[in-house]
Structures are given as C-alpha cells and as structure tokens.
C-alpha cells in the first residue's frame, strides 16, 4: 500500500483503485472515511465507482495502515483537513470529486468549503455538520476502550452505528475492521471529536453537493440535517429508511449507486 509523509514520523496510507479505459481521461474520486475506520469501509463503493473514475480511499492519520497516533497526540480538526489537501499534492490532483462518510463527510464538507478550487463534487454520507452533541458520549466510549479494548468498544456501540437490520456476519466484520484501530489513536480522537463544527461554514460551499441520512440517524434527526443542507446552494438530501447513522456501511449498495449517478450524470 503507498505511502507519504505528512510531517517527521507520520506517514499517510491510501489506496487507488482504476478501473477506466487508459486511453480516455477520467476524474478522480476521493473517498475518506469515518471514526476508527480506513479506507476499507468504502470497498463495497469501488466496484460501483472505479470503471469510471480513479478512486482514491486514504487511511486518516492514525488509521488503517497510516501511522498510529500516541495517546497524547494534539489531535486539530484543521491538521485533517490539510492532511487531505496534502494527498491532493502527493497525487499531482487539481480537483477530485470527494465522498466522505460520518466524520470524513464533516472532513469533506470543510474541504470544499475552505478549499473550493479542489472540489468537483461532493457527497455527505451520514456526515454531521457539527459533532457537538458527542461530548455526552466520548468520555464513557474513551473509558471503555482503555478498559475493555477497541473491539469491545465498537460492538458495544455498533447498534446505534449499523442500525438493526445489519447481518451479524457484516457486523462481524466491521467489528473486526474497526477493531484494529489502535486504542492510543481513539483517545486522542475522541477528545477531539466534540469541538468539530463547520455548521458556519457549509454556506460557502460551492460545488454541486449530495447528502444522505436516514430517518432515524443518532447523529441528527433528519430536520436537523435538512437545516444545514439547505445552506448548501444547489444541494440535494436523500433520506433513507433506517436506524442506523452510517449509512454508507448499512445500506452501501443503495448508496453507492446514489452517489455513482450523482457524480457521474
């Protein structure tokens, strides 16, 4: 898996997926994840995605196969946020379309807003505009984790996350995944988690933009998004009919195709 260096010692994983006809040009895709995931939370994403773009997953600082985070790392929202643009450097891109689940969709939406020069499209997967209302929730998921372990952690919390109607063989994976997300790097994250809000920010995002939710998202009731979205010039919500607030993981074939046909129409 390829690698760079975003600052000494820290290095940065990703994933490119090509699946396009070399002789035609193709946009990219930028697909970033959410919380104690990687870029292989959108794998269900490349088949529907990757004939027509390059797609691109990175692994978040800390994450997946990038360098793990030490418990006192000085986690800023904003060092994410150039982390992307970094990548946009690293791969020579002058604009990508960019898909962003739960906080990657937060990540996203500051990108596009702060950098808009990058941003072909953008779509919100059960992304939050703020994550304020997490601060009821870190501090015992922080106290799990360093008593119980990461694993435990996500299957505990994975009802609220996937929803009810989710396998339990795809929970059973997603467990695993997650799970490998090293505990050092969920303490300092999850500290961090609660101050992130770029609701201030989504009226200047410029490109055309898709945001999915479903009905009964714990990251936000649907009015809530739609109060937010609507800032969005232009933009358009699709609701989904499900508990669960990653939507991307519970209902990924639907949503995969809701993205493909929005990029791509």
Not at 12 to 29: I, S
Not at 73 to 87: N, P, Q, Y
Not at 112 to 123: M, S
Not at 229 to 241: D, F
């Amino acid at each position: 898996m390829p690698h760079f260096e975003v600052s000494p010692g820290i290095r940065l994983a990703y994933t490119v997926d090509d699946f396009t006809d070399p002789w035609l040009p193709a946009p990219t895709v930028l697909l970033l994840h959410g919380l104690a995931e990687s870029g292989e939370a959108f794998r269900a994403f490349v088949p529907a995605l990757a004939r027509q773009a390059r797609v691109v997953r990175l692994d978040l600082r800390g994450y997946g196969e990038s360098t793990p985070m030490p418990a006192d790392h000085e986690w800023r929202f904003d060092r994410l946020i150039a982390d992307v643009v970094a990548l946009f450097g690293h791969l020579g891109l002058a604009r990508a379309h960019v898909v962003g689940g739960k906080i990657g969709g937060t990540i996203a939406m500051a990108l596009a807003a702060r950098h808009p020069a990058l941003v072909d499209r953008l779509a919100v997967l059960g992304g939050p505009a703020s994550l304020t209302n997490m601060s009821g929730r870190t501090p015992a998921w922080r106290a799990q984790i360093a008593a119980e372990g990461v694993p435990a952690w996500v299957a505990a919390s994975n009802a609220g996350r996937m929803g009810t109607r989710m396998p339990e063989a795809a929970l059973a994976w997603w467990t695993q995944m997650m799970g490998r997300t090293a505990a050092s790097t969920l303490e300092g994250f999850l500290r961090m988690v609660p101050s992130v809000d770029v609701t201030a920010e989504v009226g200047r995002i410029r490109a055309p933009t898709l945001v999915v939710t479903t009905t009964g998202s714990g990251l936000g009731s649907v009015a809530e998004v739609r109060a937010w979205q609507e800032r969005i010039a232009g933009s358009r919500l699709v609701v989904m009919e499900n508990d669960s607030y990653h939507v991307a993981a519970s209902d990924p074939d639907a949503t995969a195709a809701l993205v493909k046909d929005f990029l791509f129409d």
